[in-house]
Structure formats: C-alpha cells, structure tokens
C-alpha cells in the first residue's frame, strides 16, 4: 500500500542515511522499523523483565536464609527489648 508520511527532515536524512548504510531501500528500512515497533509494543504487556528475574528463583532460598542470618546477629547486637 501506498502512503503518504509526513517526517522531521533530521529524521528522514537519518534513516535515509541508515538505509543507504545498510544497503536497503528507504521503504524497506522503514517497513522494518515499523514491525520492529509493533514487535516490541505487542511484548510491552510481557514484562521482559520477570523472564530474568525467574532466573533466579534458585536463590530465594537462599536470600531467605542470609536475611535470617542478619537478623539474628542484628539482634545479638540490638536486642529489642532495650527501649
């Protein structure tokens, strides 16, 4: 389909300049920059982000017993019946 786009002229050399770098057709580069977007705006409901935090899961165990470990010195240290 053809379409008509208005874009800032920086922003045109730009991507003008990346698809010549690139060796592509200007429509081509902006095809791709558009997928591109409509690719990450469909997985910003995803949280990327709890993909990495799950990978360490492993560790909350872990994370549960140093925090233990803490209190317990923290309280030898500062018992809490002190006021």
Do not use: Y
């Not at 991507?15 to 791709?32: I, N």
């Not at 923290?74 to 002190?82: L, Y």
Request: overall charge positive; glycine content about 4%.
């Amino acid at each position: 389909m053809k379409t008509t786009l208005e874009i800032p002229d920086a922003t045109f050399r730009r991507a003008k300049a990346k698809a010549a770098e690139r060796g592509m057709p200007f429509r081509q580069f902006v095809t791709d920059a558009v997928e591109e977007k409509l690719r990450t705006e469909s997985r910003a409901g995803e949280r990327p982000w709890l993909k990495m935090a799950g990978k360490l899961k492993h560790l909350h165990k872990e994370t549960a017993r140093i925090n233990a470990l803490i209190e317990e010195e923290f309280g030898a240290i500062e018992p809490e019946d002190r006021v």
